[in-house]
């Protein structure tokens, strides 16, 4: 079981499935949503994740058609997102999470639209655009809808 809260308390979550497709999105929405160079996220499972304390106190914010974030209406923390095209799968921003998620982000996307004033210095893959973009990716693994900020 993987927990995750929000920076003041009121919200609280937990994850009893894996985490996958972790990644560094750079897009200008991750960014500006979540107030840093970049956003880790990884996608899980709805089935696998709930909510267990607060979840009065999400507020959702429609960044795209079809696409929401919850955020702790308190302290502004970015704690989930959910999308009408895959609602079994869920968006997870990993720096809300208070246990180590058993993965790591694999690769940087959108780096085209990337901070100027942050240099990636890691040895990840760095794609231009979305992750269906990469030239390795899989195309079992369906597009992601939240894989562009949303």
Same mark, same amino acid.
């Given at each position: ?13 937990e994850i009893t ?15 500006k949503s979540h ?6 996220? @990884? ?12 979840e009065n106190h ?9 696409? +929401?974030?919850?955020?702790?209406? @308190? ?14 799968? +869920? ?7 208070? #246990? ?8 940087? +996307? ?7 004033? +942050? #240099? ?9 655009? @979305?992750?269906?973009?990469?030239? #390795? ?14």
């Open positions: 079981m993987i927990k995750g809260s929000c920076l003041c308390g009121r919200v609280a979550y499935g894996p985490l996958t497709h972790a990644l560094n999105c750079h897009c200008i929405m991750c960014r107030g840093a160079a970049f956003r880790s996220r @990884a996608t899980v499972q709805a089935k696998d994740f709930a909510w267990t304390r607060g999400i507020t959702w914010y429609a960044s795209s058609p079809g696409c +929401y974030r919850g955020f702790c209406e @308190a302290c502004g923390s970015p704690l989930l997102s959910r999308f009408d095209q895959t609602p079994d799968i +869920y968006g997870l921003p990993l720096g809300a999470l208070d #246990d180590d998620p058993g993965v790591k982000p694999e690769a940087h +996307y959108h780096v085209s639209s990337k901070a100027p004033w +942050y #240099d990636i210095t890691d040895a990840l893959p760095q794609h231009e655009g @979305a992750m269906e973009s990469a030239p #390795d990716h899989d195309p079992q693994i369906p597009p992601l809808p939240f894989s562009h900020g949303r």
